[in-house]
């Protein structure tokens, strides 16, 4: 009996358990709604990054699939002028969710 008990009492604490990490993921997903204009801004530069530098080393089978729209050193010259750009974004995504995390964990407190 005491184990039919034991085993009763888990599953009421797993349950709340799991309604606690609902909740809780709940609150982190709405603090994220508010999305900023360097996320998507530095998603798309990463692709184009990306595409970019795989152009310069891989250039015949991207210089294709573009139908010869990026050739080699079209590529490497936007590759190059994407990386200072790229840095500032990457630099300022990475401050600005230690910023939000922190103000998440500050009202996680109050």
């Known amino acids: 009996m005491q184990?039919?008990?034991a085993l009763a009492n888990r599953r009421f604490q797993g349950?709340?358990?799991?309604?606690t990490?609902?909740?809780r993921c709940e609150e982190l997903h709405a603090c994220c709604d508010r999305t900023c204009?360097?996320?998507?801004?530095f998603f798309g530069l990463t692709v184009v990054y990306l595409?970019?530098?795989l152009c310069i080393t891989q250039f015949r089978i991207?210089?294709?699939l573009t139908l010869g729209l990026l050739s080699k050193n079209l590529s490497f010259r936007i590759h190059d002028d994407l990386l200072l750009p790229f840095l500032i974004l990457l630099i300022?995504?990475?401050?600005?969710a230690m910023i939000r995390s922190a103000t998440h964990a500050d009202k996680q407190r109050s």
């Open 3 to 5: 184990g039919t008990k």
């Open 15 to 19: 349950e709340l358990d799991q309604e």
């Open 21 to 23: 990490s609902v909740s």
């Open 37 to 41: 204009a360097v996320c998507p801004t």
């Open 51 to 53: 595409l970019t530098g």
């Open 62 to 64: 991207i210089e294709a």
């Open 92 to 96: 300022s995504h990475v401050l600005l």
